[in-house]
């Protein structure tokens, strides 16, 4: 897995985490298992930062070298497996064993995808980032300060040769690219000062001064290099365009997203999507209508009538200083509703701790959600939320408009519950290591979408029209972000035609439309996933109901669909119609 596809994934929720039952008889493993089990053996070494963030302490401490001998040996890794696995007996594998052996190829041909074709490690700087190889051993419980300050000490160690060899291999880098990578390697540079420097002073191993300045001095030279380059290459106009172009997207699309569906597919059935969705706003809108205005007639233009109404329900949100309590405060209240409703089986052991997003992972999402890998099921699942402290106090203001009371209930329940915080908890039950560490992202986001539908169908929120018009202008948003990621890489989406998209026909506030138009410059084929996954799962799920009749149970529906951990929702589909016959 290339650094940008882990550094997206770290971000926006990773996979599961491991079933630690023990297993009363040991079956004689089969040619399959003793393969994967192999595969990653190798991987591991390959991957030491990704290893750890997966709960895997002994790698904890390891970095890799982002050097051209780390680029052969992987490559040399993928052609080893390419060939070993290509001898497997596939008709001789059971249906779960299929897919995982489908996944195991999909990564073997994105990774190789990665290296060859798209390069990334060439032109997105922000692919170089020693951060997340720090989090794990910062989080993790040490039974003892030595241990966590030597292997803390061996990865300060190294980031001086880590952060030469990245620059080395920077060719032509994008300009938002650069910019990413500033930013978030200042961050890191505050993550070392605030949360490793501090753990080393419990020490009694002097050396460690020394050392850290080190680290923290290549990091800062890093930073001083890449502006250099930015502003040499302002002057030329020399960047490489954040745009990938249709090859590359479409290609990355289908290894990716792995559904069963074009880019051009999605985009078409998104821009239908666009148009309906605005039809159900209005029939809220005319319900709300005379309640917040009941001077004045409902105004001709649909739009402008929902924009204004909208402005007036927005004003109900937190202040900067109580936003994050109140995403905490409202948990159990989520938690309550699905048992009443009987929506799914919650597992009240698993704590979803909410806490303010980490320095180094700022700057690319609002919220995300970081589960413990599946070597570590122990260490608490975050909610992570961007802090508001920063911000200008009128960029805080327009924030909180866009997650107001309203919005915010849709937020907890994507990141929370039902949404990914459960499809992890129910991940980490499912008995296959592959599909916990292959997680499909488009499987984990269209769970989420669907889980804010499912919720508020089953009468969330006492079918508030107010909510309703909140969560359609929410949905908007999805289905945009596939309309606007297809045009930004597909048919040169301007800038200003892209926040008109955003503001004009999805109602979206001036920051949160900046912020996008940010992200989308920053990522390829993510922002399309969301509705992809969505639309995938809530059309099979309705052609089930409509073909089990009476029968059709959406208890059973939704912890039949999570049983197979985070795979590929074609797959799913699959494994769940094989059960049925
Ligand atoms: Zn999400």
């Known amino acids: 897995m290339s650094q940008i596809t882990k550094f997206i994934l770290l971000l926006l929720v990773l ?9 009363p008889v040991i079956k004689p493993q089969t040619e399959m298992e003793k393969l994967e089990q192999q595969f990653f053996n190798d991987l591991w070494n390959l991957s030491p930062t990704w290893a750890a963030s997966l709960g895997k302490k002994e790698f904890e401490g390891k970095l890799r070298i982002p050097d051209a001998q780390s680029i052969q040996d992987e490559k040399a890794f993928i052609g080893k497996y390419m060939g070993l696995f290509a001898k497997i007996n ?12 489908k996944l195991i190829k999909n990564y073997l041909e994105s990774t190789i995808w990665q290296i060859d074709v798209f390069k990334a490690y060439q032109w997105n700087p922000s692919t170089y980032n020693v951060g997340e190889a720090f989090a794990p051993i ?25 952060y030469a060899a990245a620059f080395e291999q920077l060719n032509t880098p994008t300009k938002e690219h650069l910019h990413l990578a500033i930013e978030q390697n ?24 020394s050392i850290y300045d080190g680290a923290e001095t290549a990091i800062k030279n890093y930073v001083a290099k890449l502006q250099d380059l930015k502003a040499i290459l302002s002057k030329s106009n020399g960047f490489r365009s954040f745009r990938i172009g249709s090859k590359l997207y479409k290609e990355k699309f289908a290894l990716n997203l792995q559904i069963n569906a074009t880019p051009e597919e999605m985009y078409t059935f998104a821009k239908k999507e666009k148009i309906k969705t605005l039809q159900e706003m209005t029939k809220y809108a005319k319900i709300l209508w005379s309640k917040y205005f ?19 329900i927005s004003e109900h949100h937190a202040d900067p200083s109580t936003f994050i ?43 995300s959600v970081d589960a413990p890998g599946p070597f570590d099921p122990d260490r608490p699942t975050y909610y992570n939320v961007t802090p508001l402290d920063k911000m200008s106090k009128e960029r805080a203001k327009s924030f909180l408009r866009e997650y107001n009371n309203y919005t915010m209930q849709i937020l907890n329940i994507h990141e929370g519950i039902p949404g990914h915080y459960v499809q992890l908890v129910y991940s980490m039950k499912s008995p296959s290591l592959v599909k916990k560490i292959f997680g499909n992202g488009t499987m984990i986001e269209g769970w989420a979408v669907y889980s804010e539908r499912m919720m508020l169908e089953n009468g969330y929120g006492n079918n508030s029209p107010e909510l309703w018009l909140m969560y359609y202008k929410w949905y908007l948003r999805v289905v945009c972000n596939t309309i606007l990621d297809y045009e930004l890489h597909n048919k040169n989406l301007s800038q200003k035609n892209a926040l008109k998209l955003l503001m004009d026909d999805a109602f979206q506030e001036k920051t949160e439309a900046e912020m996008k138009w940010e992200r989308a410059t920053y990522s390829q084929v993510q922002l399309a996933s969301y509705f992809s996954g969505f639309s995938q799962i809530y059309q099979f799920r309705e052609n089930l109901k409509k073909a089990q009749g009476e029968k059709f149970n959406l208890k059973e529906f939704n912890e039949h669909f999570l049983s197979y951990g985070s795979a590929p929702i074609r797959d799913i589909i699959d494994l769940m119609m094989v059960k049925k016959k």
């Open 325 to 367: 309590e109140k995403v905490r405060e409202q948990l159990p209240q989520l938690r309550a509703f699905v048992k009443e409703k009987n929506l799914l089986d919650l597992d009240p052991t698993k704590v979803l701790t909410v806490r303010e997003t980490p320095a180094y992972q700022q700057g690319f999402s609002t919220a």
């Open 294 to 312: 009941p001077k004045t007639p409902f105004l001709k233009n649909n739009k402008q009538a929902i924009k204004k109404l909208l402005y007036k």
């Open 138 to 162: 910062v989080e993790s419980k040490y039974a003892d300060e030595e241990s966590r300050h030597k292997n803390l000490l061996s990865l300060l160690e190294k980031t001086p040769a880590y």
């Open 90 to 101: 596939v008709a001789g594998l059971s249906e779960s064993e299929l897919v995982d052996y």
């Open 15 to 23: 996979t599961g985490m491991v079933s630690c039952q023990s297993q």
């Open 186 to 209: 200042q961050g890191t540079i505050r993550y070392l000062q605030n949360s490793v420097k501090p753990l080393l002073h419990k020490s009694s191993d002097q050396k460690f001064q």
